[in-house]
């Protein structure tokens, strides 16, 4: 390096990272390697490798102890690792961001210690990050009540793969049964609810189970596989949101100037299409299952849509209506 010449950020700060990135990989692994095996893989005296080892012990807390059977270094906590010290400001406003999702569904996803986990990332930040403020704010919208211990139970069973005995409360008939399922998926519908998508054994088929109507939930003995081809992108692909019941229907609305600029700001559906109309109306175009879902999205926007096709959602929304107009109609004195 020529004399008074800045040296490279990489030889100052990063190589003492770098080895420590190799220590705590090789860790991990479980090779259980020892100074002398490390000084070899990092090209470097044993010393530095000890000073390495007691930077990572003292200063970084990782819970490091000596296997002398194994003669190497291991963690007495196997999820632990080095935390990054790496961080720009766009990394502290995602990691912010990221806390204000997870904390809408802390309660509907039955986590525990939220704060206590981002704390623990905080904790190896710049010193200012509690200064930092994101201009980004999310709303808390109205959450399904899921019975307590379902969700944990259906991530528990997914991640060991095992089958789970569920009682489930029919939308329809509102009575409960038992099924037997093996989850492949969950899934956050745009209305903050969560729905697994799985297997069912009483009915043969993939099926959609709504959390909040699982009353109870048991992992059993049972293993199980997700299809290698199985998809839940795809699955999806042809629903509005979540219905599988019915058939694919070409379906056309019809919007009103008013609300076609508010139709034409959002992908609603990956099958949309839009034609404009000479008085700044449109025709919203899709293909997609769920009649039921589709009537309730419509029947949002009032008198501001009509439903050009298919004539089974016209006659249900005409039926909706007539039955709100029995409602709201106003009775006359002496009726």
């Not at 995602?94 to 990332?121: M, R, S, W």
Request: proline fraction near 5%; charge should be positive; aromatic fraction near 12%.
């Amino acid at each position: 390096m020529k004399k008074n010449q800045k040296p490279r950020e990489t030889e100052v700060n990063r190589r003492p990272r770098q080895r420590m990135d190799v220590i705590d990989f090789e860790i991990r692994k479980g090779n259980y390697p020892n100074c002398t095996d490390m000084a070899k893989i990092l090209e470097v005296c044993k010393e530095t490798v000890k000073r390495d080892i007691r930077f990572m012990r003292y200063d970084l807390k990782a819970p490091l102890e000596f296997d002398y059977r194994k003669n190497g270094y291991y963690y007495t906590a196997p999820d632990y690792f080095i935390p990054s010290t790496r961080v720009t400001n766009d990394d502290i406003e995602n990691l912010k961001l990221a806390e204000q999702i997870i904390e809408k569904y802390e309660k509907t996803l039955q986590l525990k210690g939220i704060k206590e986990t981002f704390g623990k990332i905080y904790k190896y930040l710049p010193n200012d990050y509690s200064l930092f403020s994101s201009p980004m704010k999310f709303s808390q919208n109205p959450l399904a009540e899921i019975s307590s211990g379902a969700i944990n139970i259906i991530k528990k069973a997914f991640f060991c793969k095992k089958e789970v005995e569920i009682t489930y409360e029919s939308f329809n008939s509102q009575k409960t049964s038992k099924r037997i399922v093996d989850p492949y998926y969950i899934h956050e519908k745009y209305t903050n609810s969560l729905y697994v998508i799985a297997y069912c054994h009483n009915k043969k088929d993939v099926r959609v189970f709504a959390m909040h109507r699982i009353r109870k939930a048991k992992i059993l003995e049972n293993e199980y596989m997700i299809p290698s081809d199985f998809c839940p992108e795809e699955y999806l692909k042809d629903s509005f949101s979540l219905e599988k019941g019915s058939p694919v229907y070409n379906f056309v609305f019809k919007f009103t100037p008013k609300q076609a600029k508010y139709l034409r700001e959002k992908t609603w559906h990956h099958s949309q299409t839009i034609e404009n109309l000479e008085d700044g109306s449109i025709l919203f175009k899709l293909q997609a299952r769920g009649l039921h879902e589709l009537k309730r999205w419509v029947l949002q926007y009032g008198g501001e849509v009509e439903v050009i096709e298919p004539p089974e959602l016209r006659k249900e929304v005409c039926g909706e209506l007539e039955k709100m107009l029995q409602v709201y109609t106003i009775k006359k004195k002496g009726d």
